[in-house]
């Protein structure tokens, strides 16, 4: 089973972007079927999701963040990063990263999860 840790700078400023890391170990994130799944909790509130990277690259996003955000990879690094540009105080949240065997298949494994807060 794979371990995430994310990593982020914790506290942002609207409009600034934001990016935050997931590195992976116990596998590498080209490993056959893994997706690699970005999910926030807003406080008192449920879950969202944010996106996906599959294990070959391939990107999905969550339509309703529109063109705030990205995901990319350093496989050399094995780790994945989420960026949000734009931010507002409505993205503060817990960001987790998460593996799933198929996209909506449900989470295999989960990080920790990083606390970003976008404050003046």
């Known amino acids: 089973q794979v371990q995430l840790q994310e990593s982020g700078p914790g506290l942002v400023r609207p409009s600034q972007t934001l990016s935050l890391t997931c590195m992976v170990s116990g596998g590498s994130i080209t490993m056959d079927t893994l997706y690699w799944t970005w999910i926030r909790q807003f406080p008192e509130k449920g879950l969202e999701w944010v996106g996906a990277?599959?294990?070959?690259?391939?990107?999905y996003l969550n339509p309703l963040l529109g063109s705030r955000i990205s995901i990319s990879r350093d496989t050399s690094k094995n780790q994945v990063t989420l960026q949000m540009t734009s931010t507002t105080l409505e993205d503060t949240a817990m960001y987790y990263c998460a593996a799933e065997d198929g996209l909506g298949a449900g989470i295999s494994s989960w990080g920790k999860g990083t606390q970003v807060t976008v404050s003046l």
């Open positions: 990277m599959r294990w070959s690259g391939s990107i």
